[in-house]
């Protein structure tokens, strides 16, 4: 199973741009992880046959390109039908749900049947703000087999944030927002049964020092990703998700020492509580080498 960690900072690119062939080969950015052409709020509806018709163009001469990743975020699951009828669809490693819920899970995913692609559905409806119905959709999810097609669940902070008729401020991280606590029940919620979710795109390119402790906070609350809306975010993302030397040290003595409890870099390691953290880290770094 694909490792969500390799997302890094996933890329929104609308659909309709004209340098797409380029972004998909990795020519346009070599050091980009992963990609998701959007054909839902990054394009107007007007412009939506045309951003289709140069997607299927893309298809059609898109190579090889082991490390990116490359999704397209649909706009309702009428887009995604059409998008699985065309040639060189396989190419696409999967696809992004918007505005995902108990109301359009069984369809999108059915829809996925028989198809090779992963999904990253998005929560992002009013339903997120009530533990009852996330908990329903994380058990139709796993009950029902779609769990193994899901490499991770996005958090759509714009859209929440926009439920709540609020925009994200500049001076302060999404946590010292009311989506702060929205996040950690997302958190608890989902992680403890296999999901995995990403963070919410920071929308202020230039507020770059904000977005460090975003993404400080992102890591403390187990996020495996971020979606970033500009180039110029990618290496700061990247950066904030790669592991740090004492991290690597501390899984690996955790895993191979034989106490059940010692002290190790100035800190209490303990197996039993510890381990699952530890296996966790020593998997991405064969994501980093």
Not at 26 to 40: K, Q
Not at 129 to 141: K, Q, S, V, Y
Not at 209 to 238: F, M, V, W, Y
Not at 259 to 275: D, I, K, P
Request: proline share 6%.
């Amino acid at each position: 199973m694909l490792n969500a960690y390799r997302l890094g900072g996933s890329l929104y690119v609308p659909a309709s741009h004209r340098d797409i062939l380029r972004i998909a080969n990795g020519a346009r950015w070599p050091a980009l992880r992963s990609v998701i052409f959007c054909t839902e709020d990054a394009v107007a509806h007007s412009a939506l046959e045309s951003s289709l018709e140069n997607l299927r163009r893309c298809l059609e001469h898109m190579e090889p390109r082991p490390t990116l990743l490359r999704f397209v975020r649909v706009r309702n699951p009428e887009i995604l039908a059409r998008l699985l009828d065309l040639p060189g669809i396989e190419k696409l490693d999967g696809f992004v749900f918007p505005k995902f819920d108990l109301h359009n899970a069984d369809h999108y995913m059915g829809l996925l049947a028989g198809t090779p692609h992963l999904c990253m559905p998005t929560l992002e409806t009013r339903d997120v703000f009530e533990p009852a119905r996330m908990i329903a959709l994380r058990d139709r999810l796993i009950e029902r087999g779609y769990q193994e097609r899901i490499l991770a669940l996005r958090i759509g902070g714009n859209d929440l944030l926009s439920l709540l008729g609020i925009r994200r401020p500049r001076d302060r991280t999404l946590y010292r927002t009311p989506l702060g606590q929205t996040v950690a029940q997302l958190v608890t919620i989902f992680k403890p049964h296999g999901f995995q979710l990403t963070a919410p795109v920071f929308e202020h390119i230039d507020c770059p020092n904000i977005l460090r402790e975003e993404l400080a906070e992102d890591i403390a609350h187990g996020l495996c990703g971020k979606t970033a809306i500009h180039p110029s975010q990618i290496a700061l993302i990247e950066s904030g998700f790669r592991l740090s030397p004492t991290d690597i040290e501390d899984a690996h003595r955790i895993l191979v020492d034989d106490r059940a409890v010692f002290q190790f870099n100035g800190s209490m390691c303990e197996l039993a509580t510890h381990s699952t953290w530890a296996r966790h880290i020593l998997e991405r770094t064969s994501l980093e080498s």
